[in-house]
């Protein structure tokens, strides 16, 4: 009885392996990290999937904003304090300029594929 129980515990294992695979392959890619360090965005380009994130990571002593004036894609996560992490989502293609209303040198670019 144990055996058959294992037995059917090792087939539903596999079947739900089988039925998550094609899925990681599709959302790979689609999640990456710019830091603001030393006042600057880093990397300043990034390339994510349509419906990606991008995780703004604020690793200076003191606050940045990120904001996109893109037509069609704008976004303002607002003030961000040191050590925060925000996520914003992108669920169209295109190429999203991105800076900080803080220091107006801030410049980044995100592709959205
Ligand atoms: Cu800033």
Same mark, same amino acid.
């Given at each position: 009885?144990?055996?058959?129980?294992?037995?059917? /515990?090792?087939?539903?294992?596999?079947?739900?392996?089988?039925?998550?695979?094609?899925?990681?392959?599709?959302?790979?890619?689609?999640?990456?990290?710019?830091?603001?360090?030393?006042?600057?965005?880093?990397?300043?380009?990034?390339?994510?999937?349509?419906?990606?994130?991008?995780?703004?990571?604020?690793? /200076?002593?003191?606050?940045?904003?990120?904001?996109?004036?893109?037509?069609?894609?704008?976004? /303002?996560?607002?003030?961000?304090?040191?050590?925060?992490?925000?996520?914003?989502?992108?669920?169209?293609?295109?190429?999203?300029?991105?800076?900080?209303?803080?220091?107006?040198?801030?410049?980044?670019?995100?592709?959205?594929?």
């Amino acid at each position: 009885m144990a055996t058959l129980l294992k037995r059917r /515990d090792l087939l539903l294992v596999a079947a739900l392996a089988l039925a998550w695979l094609p899925g990681a392959s599709v959302g790979q890619a689609s999640q990456t990290t710019i830091r603001q360090q030393g006042i600057a965005f880093t990397p300043a380009k990034a390339r994510i999937a349509a419906g990606g994130k991008v995780v703004f990571e604020n690793k /200076d002593p003191f606050a940045h904003n990120v904001y996109s004036p893109t037509a069609g894609g704008t976004f /303002d996560i607002g003030l961000q304090e040191p050590g925060a992490e925000t996520d914003v989502a992108f669920a169209r293609a295109g190429v999203y300029e991105v800076r900080c209303r803080i220091h107006p040198k801030m410049r980044a670019e995100i592709t959205v594929q």
